[in-house]
Nanobody
Framework: QVQLVESGGGLVQPGGSLRLSCAGS????????MGWFRQALGKEREFVAV????????NYAASVTGRFTISRDNAKNTVYLQMNSLKPEDTAVYYC??????????????????WGQGTQVTVSS
């Protein structure tokens, strides 16, 4: 089973950038669909992006398309989320997750079996 640890969160001004990291241990992250989710205060957890285990294909939520980029470094066993043009509504705790589900279910949080502890991202002036 893989273990996941996120890092890279913080406070950034609107329009700024952050890069989140999700370091895996125990097993290769390339063996899983690796997703990023976020949960804002008082809201449900929502899908942000995924890099699929098969082919490395990526999917994004409409709200982050064109601003966020998910990537995977197999040598470092790490998944990244590059976030540009950040908005106050991007403020949330961001989680990475590993799953083994079919491609049609990669946006569903309940299909992921392993989660990191989360990292806070705050976008504010």
């Amino acid at each position: 089973q893989v273990q996941l640890v996120e890092s890279g969160g913080g406070l950034v001004q609107p329009g700024g950038s952050l890069r989140l990291s999700c370091a895996g241990s125990g097993r290769a992250v390339s063996s899983y669909n690796m997703g990023w989710f976020r949960q804002a205060l008082g809201k449900e957890r929502e899908f942000v992006a995924v890099v699929r285990r098969s082919g490395g294909y990526t999917n994004y939520a409409a709200s982050v398309t064109g601003r966020f980029t998910i990537s995977r470094d197999n040598a470092k066993n790490t998944v990244y989320l590059q976030m540009n043009s950040l908005k106050p509504e991007d403020t949330a705790v961001y989680y990475c997750a590993a799953g083994s589900q079919v491609a049609s279910a990669v946006t569903a949080s309940q299909m992921y079996h392993t989660w990191g502890q989360g990292t806070q991202v705050t976008v504010s002036s």
